[in-house]
């Protein structure tokens, strides 16, 4: 048996950025003839739904709700790059015979040509609706599309014009394959049927159908005699082309059928199932071989590589699974169970940095060194929002129905605020007193918002300010204290008096839901993100709206205000493969700088916090890790990350802070999740340990003055 290998999935951090210099780290040591790039072991987020490999087995694709496309080294488990473009799940992927081109299909109504070299997106076709399945003719020439219209869609693979649309299933259409010598296109539909049309006239040439369920994969054997297709009544059946009859029937799994593939040699069916198994068939008799069991959720899509040895398997366990296809041995898993970060805050004299995660968990930095200083355990979902007191005492965090109280100085648990309802957005008074909760409102008929302020020492409730009409989603103090300022979804920001509960004025006309409020040091404006991919300043005195930022990317905007005041930071995002942050000059209304991230789906509305000193912004992303940006140029000067364990559900113990450049200070244990690369070459970290493991060059990096 081989001896199973874990490896888990990569991701890189793609930066770009407008209108700045760089900027390195001065470091006068020598440099390998080819500088190293550290690549960490990070996993796909969400469901894994598809796999194929390169025609001469060198490489294996991944692709994942996770809206990526992911290349590994078969020979190291080592990736080789991240393809990002898609805005939503990818459902397919597959090679191109000569192996230089990747297509894939997604939810996004686009089918997309990779250069599989570089990574480059050469092409993106948009369909009228969202494409299922993708693949290549035997000569390279076309590429089929199935989709959730109905019709399967043949493109000229070299210019992505459409040649032919093939019309006549009454269902969606969930699969496509071609037949070996290309002639045939099979197609396979939740109407329960496989259709096979001819390649040159688009004219249907036989209809297979029978008792079955509806079609989710289809297969042609490397003869092109005979076919199998997965179905959702639990069977795996091999038809005989010509004749259109079946030739056996596949009973054995527990729940339906995602997908089927034929070995190289044609001698074996590999099914993947609802129930979590792989099974392998005889694909003369239909006899069952093996199950393959390992999987902890269904498995999406198999392949054999091409000398036939191995199969992979994509799950919506998050993993890649390798097997011995002779033996049903698993050989290796590629996995990383990774939850993103989703809300961060500086301590007030910017010594500590607090994350919440999607993992439940409240994590403690040190902002200076990048080392992590404690976990917090405690709250039972999503933590949605961290903000510390005045003093740095105190940190709150906020899940969806509690508010937790940490003592920062040993991590100790104070108290919980529980609500009936949804928390959205904490902030503390300037003296630390008082705790204000933006919330959903308990009753019946249309929703309504409020403000919960409650009495930081004791946990009881002060006062509530009602009058919201939909969902409050953001609350911030006036630095004086004597103003609450609350948002939410009815698009009107309301201005209360934080002793006496009065509401002071209504700024209305925002055009947008409100998602965050910041006031500016001074007290005498107000940055308000939205829903519109506006961030609008308002005049507090007089309720004027002062300046309108527009332009960009995305729909959900945040905001905060520098510590100075002059510059106001702005994220956009909206469950997109990139997250846009934008530094606008307050005086002017200039903008000074766009950083734009390509780091996967995004799930967090907490907008990103400034150093107490204003010289780092530091913006929470999906994949483990917090980024510090240079709040003059916008460089990006580190990553702080939490790794991945090796079990879903398993709280992360290892991490890693590291410059662009590689420099890095980390757990003691986080070697097994950093390698470094050299063209496709993988080196464990230890090859690199001693230059790169500096972490008086991340304090630098973290020193709040710019380099």
Do not use: C
Request: net charge positive; charged share 20%; hydrophobic share 40%.
């Amino acid at each position: 048996m081989t001896p199973m290998r874990t490896f888990s999935v990569v991701t890189l951090f793609v930066w770009s950025i407008a209108g700045s210099p760089p900027l390195l780290a001065q470091d006068s040591s020598p440099l390998p003839a080819t500088r190293p790039e550290l690549i960490l072991q990070i996993g796909h987020n969400r469901d894994v739904t598809s796999v194929a490999f390169s025609p001469d087995g060198k490489t294996l694709a991944s692709a994942g709700n996770d809206d990526t496309i992911r290349l590994w080294d078969t020979a190291s488990g080592g990736l080789k790059r991240v393809l990002y473009g898609h805005r939503d799940g990818v459902t397919s992927v597959t090679f191109a015979p000569d192996g230089r081109t990747l297509v894939s299909a997604s939810w996004d109504h686009t089918v997309r040509w990779w250069d599989a070299a570089t990574g480059a997106l050469r092409r993106t076709v948009v369909h009228s609706d969202e494409v299922f399945s993708v693949a290549f003719s035997s000569d390279g020439r076309l590429v089929a599309g199935a989709s959730k219209d109905g019709t399967v869609r043949l493109w000229d693979a070299r210019t992505g014009a459409l040649k032919r649309t093939l019309v006549g299933h009454k269902g969606w259409v969930t699969s496509v394959a071609f037949s070996p010598d290309g002639a045939i296109v099979a197609s396979g539909s939740l109407d329960k049927t496989v259709r096979l049309w001819h390649r040159q006239t688009g004219t249907l040439h036989r209809t297979l159908k029978g008792d079955t369920g509806a079609v989710e994969s289809v297969s042609f054997a490397p003869d092109g005699r005979t076919l199998a297709s997965g179905h959702w009544d639990r069977t795996v059946r091999v038809w005989d082309i010509r004749a259109g009859s079946v030739r056996w029937t596949g009973r054995g799994h527990s729940k339906r059928i995602f997908f089927v593939a034929f070995s190289p040699d044609g001698k074996t069916v590999a099914s993947g199932s609802d129930d979590a198994t792989v099974r392998l068939w005889d694909a003369r008799t239909g006899r069952e071989r093996t199950t393959l069991s390992g999987h902890k959720k269904h498995v999406e899509a198999v392949a054999f590589s091409p000398d036939g040895r191995r199969l992979a398997s994509a799950s919506w366990d998050h993993t890649v699974k390798i097997w011995n296809a002779q033996t049903g041995a698993q050989q290796e898993t590629l996995a990383g169970y990774s939850t993103p970060v989703s809300s961060v805050a500086f301590s007030r004299d910017g010594g500590m940095l607090a994350t919440g995660g999607m993992d439940a968990t409240v994590r403690l930095w040190n902002a200076q060194t990048g080392t992590l200083l404690r976990t917090l355990k405690g709250h039972r979902a999503d933590v949605t929002s961290v903000v510390f007191s005045p003093d740095g005492g105190i940190l709150a965090s906020v899940s969806i129905d509690m508010v937790v109280l940490w003592e920062t100085a040993t991590g100790r648990y104070q108290r919980t605020i529980r609500h009936d309802t949804p928390v959205w957005s904490v902030a503390f008074s300037p003296d630390g007193k008082i705790l204000a909760t933006a919330v959903s409102e308990a009753g019946s008929g249309e929703p309504r918002g409020a403000v919960h302020m409650w009495d930081v020492a004791t946990g009881t409730l002060q006062r509530t300010l009602t009058g919201h009409r939909a969902d409050a989603l953001a609350v911030a103090f006036s630095p004086d204290g004597k103003v609450v300022a609350s948002g939410g979804f009815n698009s009107v920001i309301r201005l209360w008096d934080a002793d006496t509960g009065a509401l002071q004025r209504r700024l209305a006309g925002y055009g947008g839901g409100v998602t965050s409020l910041a006031f500016s040091p001074d007290g005498k404006l107000l940055a308000a993100g939205s829903l519109t991919s506006t961030v609008r300043l308002w005049d507090v005195e007089t309720g004027t709206l002062r300046r309108s930022w527009t332009g960009h990317r995305y729909p959900l905007t945040v905001a905060a205000f520098s510590p100075d005041g002059k510059t106001v930071a702005s994220e956009s995002f909206f469950f997109e493969p990139s997250r846009e942050l934008r530094l606008w000059d307050v005086e002017d209304g200039t903008l000074r700088w766009t950083v734009t991230r390509r780091v996967g789906l995004i799930s967090s509305v907490a907008p990103a916090a400034f150093s107490p000193d204003g010289a780092m912004i530091a913006s929470p992303a999906e994949d483990n890790t917090v980024n510090l940006v240079d709040a003059r140029s916008g460089r990006l000067r580190a990553s702080l990350t939490i790794l991945p364990t090796r079990t879903e559900g398993e709280t992360s113990t290892e991490w890693i802070s590291f410059t662009p450049e590689g420099y890095y200070v980390s757990s003691a244990h986080a070697g097994r999740f950093i390698r470094w690369r050299i063209g496709d070459k993988f080196f464990p970290l230890g090859v690199y340990e001693q230059r790169f493991h500096r972490p008086d060059l991340l304090q630098k990096a973290l020193r709040h003055s710019v380099w």
